[in-house]
């Protein structure tokens, strides 16, 4: 069955009470029971079931080549679901340049439960390889990277993790399940904002984790009910709605982000791109291999605070604003938007200038979003 055909009919059967072809929001609390000890089909209570929180978990799963899937309030939400499967005393490897959200949950919170954590550079997996320790059970990457689309290999990461006895977890927000699949590299549990690219409309706040394993999945659903930072009934009809015209959203958000990366990169107030569909990345063939497009992710340097605030300030059509993967395109500031939460020291080996600039492209018209950039551009 190919991606579209998933996307539309993957979780979507049609309701066996009506024949809804759209799966209907189950706004309830709870459920009526046939007897005592007898719920009717399995349903008892919201936080622990909801029709339609199954119907995108079961979608999002199919999508991303995975058995088992568990929706949350949020990413984080997910991101921290999925390191609840590690304990105290055992240690995390985590990609250096990492989204701040997920840095601050890492260092700032789980890290005083007695989790360690190492962060390195995963682009090279020999760092990887440095950083395992015999308590090591995860290797959390994030690729291409926020806001410098730096590119793991996941499939030598993957390698290297489960020889160690570790699991590996990719955020996949950037690229999708239509761009990028990496369980098929050997990743074990891949988790997104839905918010992202999967919604894809600005409207929604969830995240999700899927994965094969049916131990960890047991343990997933488990933390799910007991913690109960779950998907909303809407919110889940919401991103159900996105993921049915994810492949031409993603088609078009690629071709675009392809545009608009080029324009960027003649430009002469731009100093630096970061774009993996440059022939100028350094790491332009790895990103080929693994993904299907290069996506809509764009960020590039214009050398000072001073310069980015005039283009952040100047556009028209473009929206300074946090999120990234809406129909519209968003335009945001890492230093102080995103990554704020990361040491200044941190943010400048990592790239993160005052003068880096992130463009989430939408799907506006190629020439206009082009259009708005240069102007604001020329008034450095």
Partial sequence: MGFSTKAIHAGNEPD?????????????????????????????????????????????????????GYAFASGMAAIDATLRLIKA????????NTYGGTFRLFSRVLADYGIEFSYVDTTDPLNV????????????????????????????VSDLAHAAG???????TFMSPYLQRPIEFGVDIVVHSTTKYLNGHSDSVGGVAVLNDEKDAEKLAFIQNAVGAILSPF???????????????????????????AFLEEHPKVRKLYYPGSLSHRQHELAKRQQK??????????????NARTVLESVRLCTLAESLGGVETLISHPATMTHASVLPETRA?????????????????????????????SKI
């Fill in 235 to 261: 919110d889940s009809w919401l991103v159900l709605r996105g993921t049915k015209t994810l492949a031409v959203r993603m088609e078009q958000h690629d071709a675009t982000g392809r545009a608009v990366a």
């Fill in 166 to 172: 570790a699991r590996v977890v990719c955020d996949n």
């Fill in 293 to 306: 497009g290069f996506g809509g992710m764009v960020a590039f340097d214009v050398g000072s605070l001073e």
């Fill in 16 to 68: 066996p009470t009506t024949g809804a072809v759209t799966v209907p929001i189950y706004q309830t609390s709870t459920y009526q029971q046939e007897g005592l000890g007898k719920p009717r089909g399995g349903y008892e209570y919201a936080r622990t079931q909801n029709p339609t929180r199954l119907a995108v978990e079961r979608n999002i799963a199919a999508l991303e080549g995975a058995r088992f």
């Fill in 89 to 96: 005393g055992e240690h995390v490897v985590v990609s250096d």
């Fill in 349 to 377: 080996r990592l790239g993160i200038t005052d003068g880096l600039v992130r463009i989430s492209v939408g799907l506006e018209e190629t020439e206009d979003i082009i259009a708005d950039l240069d102007q604001a551009l």
């Fill in 129 to 156: 390889e440095a950083a395992l320790r015999p308590n090591t059970r995860m290797v959390f990457v994030e690729t291409p990277t926020n806001p410098v689309m730096m590119i793991t290999d996941l499939k030598a």
